[in-house]
């Protein structure tokens, strides 16, 4: 597609329930990135994929946090047993390649309530 | 480690004036350093880059130059409008190794009035 697509836009979750966020990437974009953004907070990154490459999976906050990627396609951003701390706008970004002379396309996110 | 520290907002200016974010990183080596800006109920876009210490980078008539000297990459533009409202971020990239991912600041939200 023209951009890059999350969804839902919106995700309103019961505490200890898990949810599972979307994000279709630009074609042809071999990079992708999960970043979250808390209330008041920066960009914090999550998770990183290349290709068929071992993710980067250091920014993840606990094992509770999961995510996958069939090869350059679509990404799922699994959090299990949510908790209140977990509400963020969860963001994906995708670029050709991974680097600072690539530019970086980010979709609208996704916002995560948890109550 | 790698950081990235802006001026916390919110910044409340008039049409036409001048406006300055100022941002500082804290990075090993040689980043490439961002403004990205996320207006209301869309996604962030890049604004503008610089790759290399001195290097300007330029888009919609917002400046910011890379200073090695003072770790810093000032936003600036020199007469605002009303559309520019908008949360601005800074981000530096390291690239190499496994550090090749965007660390952001916490944004400064602008506010332009008519």
């Known amino acids: 597609g023209a951009g890059v697509s999350q969804s839902p836009s919106n995700k309103v979750t019961e505490k200890g329930k898990d949810v599972e966020l979307r994000c279709d990437p630009i074609?042809?974009?071999?990079?992708l990135y999960w970043y979250r953004q808390r209330l008041g907070q920066g960009l914090e990154f999550l998770i990183y994929?290349?290709?068929?490459?071992?993710?980067?999976k250091s920014g993840l906050p606990s094992d509770r946090f999961s995510a996958e990627r069939t090869g350059e396609s679509v990404s799922t951003l699994t959090i299990q047993r949510t908790q209140q701390e977990d509400s963020a706008v969860y963001l994906c970004?995708?670029?050709?390649?991974?680097?600072?002379?690539?530019?970086?396309?980010f979709g609208s996110g996704t916002r995560l309530t948890v109550v | 480690g790698n950081s990235v520290t802006q001026m916390e907002g919110p910044v409340t200016l008039s049409e036409e004036a001048f406006l300055t974010i100022n941002c500082t990183y804290t990075?090993?080596?040689?980043?490439?350093l961002f403004w990205y800006v996320q207006y209301p109920g869309e996604g962030l876009q890049l604004l503008l880059k610089?790759?290399?210490?001195?290097d300007k980078g330029s888009n919609k008539g917002f400046e910011a130059t890379y200073r090695k000297e003072t770790t810093s990459f000032h936003l600036e533009k020199g007469s605002v409008q009303v559309s520019d409202s908008a949360v601005y971020f800074c981000?530096?990239?390291?690239?190499?190794?496994?550090?090749?991912?965007?660390?952001f600041g916490k944004g400064t939200k602008l506010s332009v009035k008519p």
């Open positions: 074609s042809g974009h071999t990079a």
């Open positions: 610089a790759t290399k210490a001195d």
């Open positions: 981000a530096l990239m390291n690239y190499g190794g496994s550090q090749g991912n965007l660390i």
């Open positions: 970004a995708s670029s050709l390649e991974r680097g600072p002379y690539y530019g970086y396309t």
């Open positions: 994929f290349q290709g068929n490459s071992a993710p980067d």
């Open positions: 990075a090993t080596g040689y980043p490439s």
